[in-house]
Every structure is written in C-alpha cells, then in structure tokens.
C-alpha cells in the first residue's frame, strides 16, 4: 500500500450558500492516528462526504492508498461513522451487525463480537433489543462496534465520542490506540481538543474551508507561542 493513506489535493466544495472547501490540501500518512479540528461550519464534515464520494467535487483531487477516489475499490480499506449515526429503527443490535459485516464480505463471529461488545461497554443483551430502543450512547457504541468489527485498514470518524460517557470515552480511546499500534490509520474529526492532543500524531485545523495548520500538538502551540492546544487553536482561528 501507500505511504499516503489519503491525500487531498486542492479539494473544492461549493454549495448553493457559497464555497464550503477553499482547494483543501492535505495528506493522511498510512498507520498514524489524525485528528481534523475547526469551529462549527468550518468544512470537517463535508471534507469526510468528499472523501467517501457522497458528493461531488468543484474542483481537486482525492487519493486513497494511490487510488482515485472514486473508485469503488478504493474506498473498500475503510470503515466509516458519521456523525449522528442512526441505524435502521426496524432493526435489531444484533441484525445490524450481521447486516454491516455482510456488507463488508466479513463473517459473522460471536466470539469476535462478544469481544468488542466487552471492549466498548455495551451489554451483550441490547443485540436482541431493536435500535430504535437504543439510548444516544448505545447508538454509538453499536456503530463504533460495526466499525472495529470490519476489521479495516483505516477508520475515519465524525465525531467519535459523540453521546459516550467518560468510561465508555476511555475504553474508545483504548481501542484506538490499540488499532493504532497494530498498524491501522484512524482519521478522526473532533471538537474535544484534548482528545486529538491525546491521540493523535499528528492535527490539522480547518477554517474557514482552508487548511491553516498541519503538523504534531506540540509544533501547534509552538507556532502560535502558546501553552495549550486550545489557546493555539484560538490564535489559529482568529
């Protein structure tokens, strides 16, 4: 594979209200955990719609492990929560992960589901539960679950710990450090600063639909002679 998990070269999105992304460039490298800041509004999460091809691009390029995007092919190493995720209502837990896997051409494995059921918090019992029945949390963990479970060779997250209490947020992070050090390249965007300063190898921020920082949370506060990574973020933005 690549050394470039995905690359975006001069990526432009414009909608009705006006340009969304401004010729984004910027590459994820194979195997490091990056994390995708920016106030609200900022272009995050239409960069992700790009990048999997929900939308069309105005202008630029995108490359997933040296493929064009647009291939159905290339997109077949990732693995992808949206934010706000809501499975089917009519769905069992349980049909749902079956339903995913089989999506993705992966088996079934109860021991294996079992196993991340344990690893992220959720009771084994809300799988015969419809979805529908779910709490915000438990939404999550299932998708985090669906996710983990198609065992890929990148994650990409919008807004990962969104609905998840601070036990269920540690036990992700756990489980993406782990996938991190077996290889894997996680993608994630965030408005939890700390988060991205805990996991990430490397962040950009986003603003204004233009990339205007890339590098390592300490290289972050150092260019705006900071202390934090919230005060660099805010002299960032200004």
Known sequence: MSASAVRFQQVVKNYASGAVLRGVDLEIRAGECFGLVGVNGAGKTSLLKCLFDFCALDAGAIAIFGQPHRAAAARAPLAYLPERFLPPYYLSGGAFLRYMLTLHGAAYDARAVA????????????????????SNGMTQKLGLAACFLAEKAMYVFDEPMSGLDPKARALLKRQVLRLRAAGATIFFTSHALADVGELCDRLAILHEGRIRFVGTTAQCCAAYGAETLEQAFMHCVA
């Open 115 to 134: 196993a991340m059921l344990a690893a992220l918090d959720l009771d084994p019992a809300a799988l015969a539960r419809p979805a529908r029945e779910y």
